[in-house]
């Protein structure tokens, strides 16, 4: 009989007479959080392969626990927008989607969902926390005159035009021919 079926013996033997396991003596006698040792004790069991006597690590989950905070705040009149850095606390989350904060920062802000762009999250290291930027625009008319094409593609708001490769070399090889500003008319008459 090896040391490990001895432990798997004296374990079942414990729990059948309702004594205190290894886990109940970790717990009591050292200054262990409990949730540690309960993944200590997952991960042992299944090494020795202990059978059902398991415990394991309790994650509290809530599935709105997301929390929106600005930073940075700044109107720019010029380009008819609000923006922003946008701090989203997740815990328990991998992250969010951009959907659902523009639908938490649009009533956050009492505006509507299609004026608002978000961009450039990136989370922290070990989760629970990411950081991006926010753009609210006055308008509709004025996100798509100021946004770059590519946000309002993903946006929804405009398509994306899919030139061939090879026209788009071509186009890039006559353009080599010319200099300065003869350069950019010439990529023009090329479309």
């Not at 079926?5 to 009591?28: K, M, S, W, Y």
């Not at 006055?138 to 590519?150: C, G, I, R, T, V």
Request: a positive charge; charged letters at 35%; hydrophobic letters at 30%.
């Amino acid at each position: 009989m090896t040391h490990c079926e001895n432990v798997d013996n004296l374990l079942a033997d414990r729990l059948c007479r309702g004594q205190p396991t290894l886990f109940d003596i970790l717990r009591r006698d050292t200054f262990v959080e409990s949730e540690n040792v309960a993944s200590w004790w997952g991960r042992r069991r299944d090494h020795h392969g202990l059978g059902n006597y398991s415990y394991h690590k309790a994650v509290k989950e809530e599935a709105d626990s997301v929390t929106i905070r600005t930073r940075k705040f700044l109107t720019n009149p010029l380009l008819q927008r609000k923006q922003m850095v946008v701090d989203v606390l997740h815990p328990g989350r991998a992250n969010v989607s951009k959907k659902e904060l523009r639908e938490k920062l649009a009533k956050l802000y009492k505006t509507d969902e299609e004026s608002i762009f978000v961009f450039g999250f990136r989370t922290q290291f070990g989760g629970g926390k990411s950081t991006g930027f926010a753009l609210i625009y006055n308008s509709l008319d004025s996100a798509k005159k100021f946004e770059p094409k590519y946000r309002l593609v993903r946006h929804g708001l405009a398509e994306s035009q899919k030139t061939a490769r090879k026209q788009r070399k071509e186009r890039k090889n006559r353009s080599k021919k010319f200099r300065g500003t003869k350069k950019a008319k010439a990529a023009k008459a090329a479309k």
